[in-house]
C-alpha cells in the first residue's frame, strides 16, 4: 500500500516512522494523501485530514487498514511536553504511571503522555514483560535493575539507568512473584 505525505517537517518525521511500522510506503505517486490540517490537497487525489487532536483517530484507521497488524503491536505513541509526538517501542519504555487522569511513558531521558489507561496497558503487555505492581505503575520487568525487601511485604524495584524506585504494594505482591516464578 502507498500514500502520499502532506504535512509540517516534524510530522513528517512522525508519519514516516508510523506508516514504515505499518509497511505502508510513502510515494509521492500515491492517490491517497494524509494530510494535515491546513495544507492543500493535489487535485485528482484522495485526502485523509488530520491535526494534533486527531491523530490518534488517523493511527486507528491506518491500523484497520494496514496488512501488517502484528508488525506495529509492539509500539505506542507518547506526547511529551512541547506537545511532539514520537513513536516508542515497548522495549524503550521503563514503566507507565498513572497520575490523576493521565497515564506516562517513562524512557530513560523523559515521560511521554500515552492515550491508554493504566489498566489496559497491563492487559495489553502482561506477555510482553510488564507486570502492574502498584495502583499507579506498570513496570518493564526487563527494564528492573534489583529487587529489595521492604517493611509491611513491599518491595522496591531499583530501575536500571535512572535513579529511580518504583514499590511493588502488598495488593499485587503475590502477582508479581508469580510472574517472575518466585
Known amino acids: 500500500m502507498e500514500m502520499d505525505l502532506i504535512c509540517s517537517e516534524n510530522m513528517t518525521r512522525v508519519l514516516k516512522e508510523i506508516l514504515s511500522i505499518r509497511k505502508i510506503e510513502i510515494s509521492k505517486d500515491a492517490k ?28 486507528d484507521y491506518l491500523d484497520e487498514i494496514s496488512t501488517s ?43 511521554y503522555k500515552v492515550k491508554e489507561k493504566l489498566y489496559e496497558l497491563e492487559e495489553k503487555l502482561e506477555s510482553k514483560g510488564f507486570i502492574r505492581v502498584s495502583k499507579c505503575f506498570v513496570v518493564n520487568i526487563e527494564k528492573v535493575d534489583r529487587i529489595i525487601s521492604w517493611f509491611n511485604s513491599k518491595l522496591i524495584l531499583k530501575i536500571m539507568n535512572i535513579d529511580e524506585e518504583v514499590y511493588v504494594t502488598r495488593k499485587y505482591l503475590n502477582d508479581f512473584k508469580k510472574f517472575l516464578g518466585v
Open 32 to 59: 491517497v494523501c494524509v494530510i494535515e490540517k491546513g495544507f492543500p490537497l493535489e487535485k485528482g487525489k484522495i485526502g485523509i485530514y488530520f491535526d494534533m487532536t486527531t491523530i490518534n483517530v488517523l493511527m
Open 69 to 111: 497488524k502484528e508488525e506495529f503491536k509492539n509500539i505506542i505513541t507518547g506526547r511529551c511536553e512541547k506537545d511532539e509526538l514520537k513513536v516508542l517501542t515497548y522495549d524503550e519504555i521503563y514503566y507507565f504511571e498513572a497520575m490523576g487522569n493521565d497515564v506516562f511513558g517513562r524512557t530513560r531521558d523523559k515521560k
